[in-house]
């Protein structure tokens, strides 16, 4: 059944004193950003379902006893909703000054993840300086997981459960988990462990959606110390046919790290691990850069292509030639659009006459 | 024993099975293993991850032996100055506890499914909790009325469900305007109209309807649920019945705390003995929570009986809509349910002319510390609080006077000096900046330290705070430090400063109740104890 198509209902509440419309089932959050509040929060992730937890979010609503957290509360129409008094603003930079003060540092090079500046730049424009409210730090660091991926950095860690959530409801694996409670909560896997013996599948996304660096690429952290400043620059992961948006981490003329596209139509922030962390083939010593044939002295030897094309089609040939069409078989390789799959089975079909083909994605 | 295969096989398709699951291998094993958590989460289905991080949640789950065998001291604030700290270390393997709900007897000993009571370990003793005394002021009760009866918990004592038999010959519409007429309201603390409640969960969509009792009582210095369910617990499951009736309800839960194994049995076998009654159109269940204060809170309580980590839930919605498996459920403290069927039986007007001038209605009041006779009292609304104190209680122990009580437990901080003169209805409390919320008074002498006292309460909360959010997991865990002198500023003023700058963002911004309410208590200390606080910031506290 097709369901029926009812015009929108626009209802509208007031915002600083501005009627904004909205539609039902938007948040008194999502209302405030399209109208280009800059509503401050850690614990907000648009792709995650709403959690309430950092309360940064929260605005006086006429009528209310107390101010609410916006992402969490629906907007209804004829609310008159205020983001910025100056009560709410003092709240924000106690609060600010509360998280700044259970960990052991707040800055930390952009390197970690694509979020990893949050914390830092909500002090900054909250000129929270530390000092305040000093005493115990919480979250204990991993350091026994080795893993050459994710550093497990919890000294640094603000309990915004993000990485639990992204790990949950993005990516579905259920690896990371919340041990214990209160201020004693610490980020952690089963039985309190290290991600390999996890569910964790190292897809990176409680890295990039941290925003405070508890959690780091440790990847792309090797390149902290290099000189230059990290550019990014737009593309389109050349692993699998998904097509997940990608931003390269450059420094200078090295590529130094991958990072998710937030908006990437395919991914909207998610990578697996390959597309995540395997970028290192590009610069590695070993990868060809030009063609090699075998000569008769048995070694490989750099050639033209022409020479190695050529040398390609006569080997096909005397296979087929003496031990008929079906002694070929095609492998197209996963990382190639659609079209060269189509051209791969057609070479393959109509050049040799066998339906040997089949693609790695396959395996 | 019962192997794991077995357990699950007995657990598995049962409503709300995550928590029995996880008693039933915490009672053959004495703790909770890897080996068993892998097979919850594997019976369940619930990634190990998520069931690792639940079973760290709660108190009494012990991950490796001696875990259930050993010992449990209550160290509330009223057992602390009943011995607790000294009976804690001389009894091998003890761990503390936060306040276990026998504060007129204390110091409660938990150990296996047992609960011990005394003073010093020689005294220890096995002794059923204490029975309500017979009504000091002489006045009318409603809750009480017939508790002290002998074999009251039995069906037998309590002589059949005769209110919820009326109730079945009413309408809805009826009975739901009933329970309205007569005021009552949500005796857990948050006040809210139970006919409302009732009414708003009968027209929401959505079925199956569950009804809740909320018997996770936590709260330090409460322990009136207890002498509910000990004594009369038919009272509450025939409350529960009619407010099905009501709803359209079909399931009920008692969500009962880990602290009161001894209950748990009287109201297992009441609920037996009840089945009959209740018929097909009404199941209920019973679970025991694992040791969270939290789970009081009527999110973190839902979540905890669907198995999932016990957070509180963002409101809106509310649990009238999206309750238990999201579908509209009631929640209702113990007390309030036990008042029903007195309500109709004898009718809206009668309930309501039980309250003094204006006020309508009872409210239990469980009164413990530094006091002559503590123990739970039903209370008319509007009676005057040094009534109580002095009157009903027997004022402070010989030679000592009254220096603070504590409100709502410890959740409405302290009241102290003139303002003791003050009436017990929420309005009256309320413009004294405390609340009377469950009603757990806990009385302290002029020979306490109420910095001291402070700490304890704070550092209860911080250890009783679900981590959730910012506000509350960071700021009890600062207030404390600030009451012992663990960490902040020696100097007066900035230490006034950050205290109160900590508490009133707290109060703000916290998601739920716990940690809106904790600065009431350091709010109060610095108000009613100004010079104490100076004091204890001199000597380095």
Redesign the interface.
Known sequence: MIAEVKPTATATLTLDGVEVSFTEGETIYEVAERAGREVPT?CYDARLE???????C?VEVDGMR??V?SC???ATAGMVVKTTTD?IE??RR??LE??A??NRENEVDELRGHASQELKSLLDRYEVRGG?????Q?GTSNSTDDNPFILRDYDLC??C?RCVRVC?EQEGD????????????QIT???NGILKD??CTFCGQCVQTCPTGALGDRKAMRAESLPGEVEKTRTVCPYCGVGCSVDLLTKEDRLVGVQPAMDGPANEGALCIKGQFAFDFVQHEDRLKMPLVRDEDGELHETDWETALDRAADGFKKAAGEHGRHAVYGVASGRAPHEAAYTMQKFIRAGFGTHQIDNCSRA | MATNQELIEQWWKEEAPLLPLLHAFHDRDGFIS?EA?RAVADGLKI????V??TV??YHHFARKAPGQAAPRVCTGPACKYLGAPELLKSLEGATPMACAGRCDDGVPVLQGHEVRVGRTADSLEKTPSPLPPPNPGNVEECVFAHIREPERNTMEGYRGYEALEKARGMSRANLLALITDSHLAGRGGAGFPTGKKWEMVEQAEGEPKSIVCNADEGEPGCFKDRAILDYDPHAVIEGMAIAAHATGATKGFIYLRYEYPETFQIVERAMAEAEELLGDGFKLYLRRGGG?Y?CGEEGSLLNSLEGK?PFPR?R?PFPVTHGYNDLPTVVNNVETLASVAPIVMKGAEWYRGLGLGEHAGTKLVSVSGDIQRPGNFEAPFGLPLLTLLNEWCGGAPEGRSIQAVTMAGVSGGFLAGDDLDVTLDEPSIRAKGAFLGAAGIMVFDDTRDMVEVAHCAMEFF??????????C??????LT?RLNG???PADETKWRE?VH??G??M?????CGLG?AAPNITESLVKYFPEQVAASLKNGR
């Open positions: 850690l709403a959690f309430g937890g950092c309360r940064l929260v107390a101010p957290a969490t509360t629906p009560a003092k709240h106690t609060l509360l998280v003060s259970e305040r409210f000093a005493g115990r919480s603000i309990s459960y949950a259920h690896a990371i988990t919340m041990m214990n409670r209160g201020f004693e909560k896997t089963e039985f996890s569910a | 890897e958590i990634p190990v991850a998520e690792f991080g760290t949640f969270a939290i980590h963002n809106p911080a250890e009783e705070s679900c981590g959730k959010c910012f506000p997991r960071i700021g009890t865990q600062r430090e663990a960490a902040g950050e700058d900590i009133r963002t109060m703000a911004t916290s998601a809106v």
